[in-house]
Protein backbone atom coordinates (compact mmCIF):
# COMPACT_ATOMS: atom_id res chain seq x y z
CA UNK A 1 0.00 0.00 0.00
CA UNK A 2 2.26 2.82 0.93
CA UNK A 3 4.75 1.46 -2.13
CA UNK A 4 1.64 2.42 -4.34
CA UNK A 5 1.04 5.93 -2.62
CA UNK A 6 4.57 6.97 -3.32
CA UNK A 7 4.52 6.11 -6.77
CA UNK A 8 0.86 7.91 -6.71
CA UNK A 9 2.77 10.81 -5.17
CA UNK A 10 5.33 11.10 -7.80
CA UNK A 11 3.28 10.74 -10.58
CA UNK A 12 1.35 13.65 -9.47
CA UNK A 13 4.49 15.59 -8.51
CA UNK A 14 5.85 15.06 -12.14
CA UNK A 15 2.65 16.62 -13.47
CA UNK A 16 2.75 19.45 -11.54
CA UNK A 17 6.41 20.49 -12.38
CA UNK A 18 5.20 20.15 -16.12
CA UNK A 19 1.79 22.08 -15.83
CA UNK A 20 1.79 25.95 -16.75
CA UNK A 21 1.80 28.58 -13.54
CA UNK A 22 0.54 31.04 -15.59
CA UNK A 23 1.76 33.75 -17.93
CA UNK A 24 5.01 35.03 -17.57
CA UNK A 25 6.92 37.86 -19.29
CA UNK A 26 8.95 37.40 -22.60
CA UNK A 27 11.47 39.39 -24.49
CA UNK A 28 13.05 38.78 -28.26
CA UNK A 29 12.32 38.69 -31.20
CA UNK A 30 9.82 37.20 -33.60
CA UNK A 31 10.48 35.98 -37.05
CA UNK A 32 7.13 35.47 -39.42
CA UNK A 33 7.79 34.34 -42.98
CA UNK A 34 5.42 31.56 -44.65
CA UNK A 35 4.97 28.48 -42.47
CA UNK A 36 7.36 30.22 -40.01
CA UNK A 37 6.14 32.05 -36.55
CA UNK A 38 9.59 31.52 -34.41
CA UNK A 39 10.04 33.55 -31.45
CA UNK A 40 13.54 33.29 -30.03
CA UNK A 41 14.17 35.33 -26.58
CA UNK A 42 17.00 37.67 -25.73
CA UNK A 43 18.45 34.65 -23.69
CA UNK A 44 18.10 32.62 -26.69
CA UNK A 45 16.09 30.37 -25.76
CA UNK A 46 13.48 29.22 -28.62
CA UNK A 47 12.90 28.91 -31.84
CA UNK A 48 9.22 28.63 -30.36
CA UNK A 49 6.14 28.71 -32.33
CA UNK A 50 4.40 32.01 -31.35
CA UNK A 51 0.49 32.08 -31.52
CA UNK A 52 -2.19 34.88 -30.22
CA UNK A 53 -5.58 34.89 -30.65
CA UNK A 54 -8.08 37.70 -31.89
CA UNK A 55 -7.12 41.18 -30.74
CA UNK A 56 -3.93 40.02 -29.56
CA UNK A 57 -2.61 38.30 -32.57
CA UNK A 58 -3.32 41.96 -34.06
CA UNK A 59 -1.16 43.73 -31.95
CA UNK A 60 2.01 40.88 -32.76
CA UNK A 61 1.37 41.65 -36.26
CA UNK A 62 0.63 45.03 -35.77
CA UNK A 63 4.04 46.66 -36.51
CA UNK A 64 4.76 44.62 -39.95
CA UNK A 65 1.36 45.66 -41.42
CA UNK A 66 2.03 49.44 -40.88
CA UNK A 67 5.00 49.23 -42.75
CA UNK A 68 3.31 48.52 -45.85
CA UNK A 69 6.37 46.23 -46.85
CA UNK A 70 4.96 43.03 -45.64
CA UNK A 71 3.65 40.55 -45.61
CA UNK A 72 5.94 39.06 -43.53
CA UNK A 73 8.90 40.55 -41.19
CA UNK A 74 10.77 40.76 -37.76
CA UNK A 75 9.07 42.21 -34.68
CA UNK A 76 10.83 42.88 -31.62
CA UNK A 77 8.53 41.53 -28.92
CA UNK A 78 7.93 42.26 -25.15
CA UNK A 79 4.66 39.98 -24.07
CA UNK A 80 3.17 38.02 -21.60
CA UNK A 81 2.46 34.46 -22.57
CA UNK A 82 2.38 30.56 -21.60
CA UNK A 83 4.80 28.38 -22.74
CA UNK A 84 3.80 24.99 -23.43
CA UNK A 85 5.45 21.81 -22.66
CA UNK A 86 7.63 20.11 -25.21
CA UNK A 87 6.00 18.38 -28.14
CA UNK A 88 5.35 19.56 -31.54
CA UNK A 89 4.35 22.40 -32.40
CA UNK A 90 3.76 25.01 -35.83
CA UNK A 91 3.83 23.97 -39.37
CA UNK A 92 5.11 20.50 -39.65
CA UNK A 93 5.73 20.00 -35.65
CA UNK A 94 8.76 21.97 -36.27
CA UNK A 95 8.79 23.44 -32.92
CA UNK A 96 9.56 22.03 -29.54
CA UNK A 97 7.38 24.42 -27.77
CA UNK A 98 4.68 26.99 -28.68
CA UNK A 99 4.50 30.34 -26.40
CA UNK A 100 1.07 31.34 -26.54
CA UNK A 101 1.04 35.28 -26.39
CA UNK A 102 -1.83 36.67 -24.26
CA UNK A 103 -0.75 39.90 -23.20
CA UNK A 104 1.31 42.34 -26.11
CA UNK A 105 3.38 44.66 -23.81
CA UNK A 106 5.92 45.98 -26.22
CA UNK A 107 5.66 45.29 -30.59
CA UNK A 108 8.49 47.14 -32.83
CA UNK A 109 9.41 46.43 -36.62
CA UNK A 110 12.86 45.15 -36.91
CA UNK A 111 12.60 44.81 -40.53
CA UNK A 112 9.42 43.64 -43.09
CA UNK A 113 9.78 41.84 -46.08
CA UNK A 114 7.74 42.02 -48.72
CA UNK A 115 6.69 39.21 -51.36
CA UNK A 116 9.17 37.33 -53.06
CA UNK A 117 10.14 38.29 -56.34
CA UNK A 118 7.85 36.83 -59.18
CA UNK A 119 4.76 36.84 -57.07
Not at 43 to 52: A, K
Not at 71 to 93: D, F, I, Y
Not at 105 to 119: C, H, M, R, T
Amino acid sequence: MRRSFLIGLFALAACASSASTGPRRFSGTWEWHFETSAFVSDEGSGPYWLSGEGAVWSEITAPIERSGGGPWGRVRLVAEGELSAPGQWGHLGAYERELRVTRVIESALIAADGPPSGS
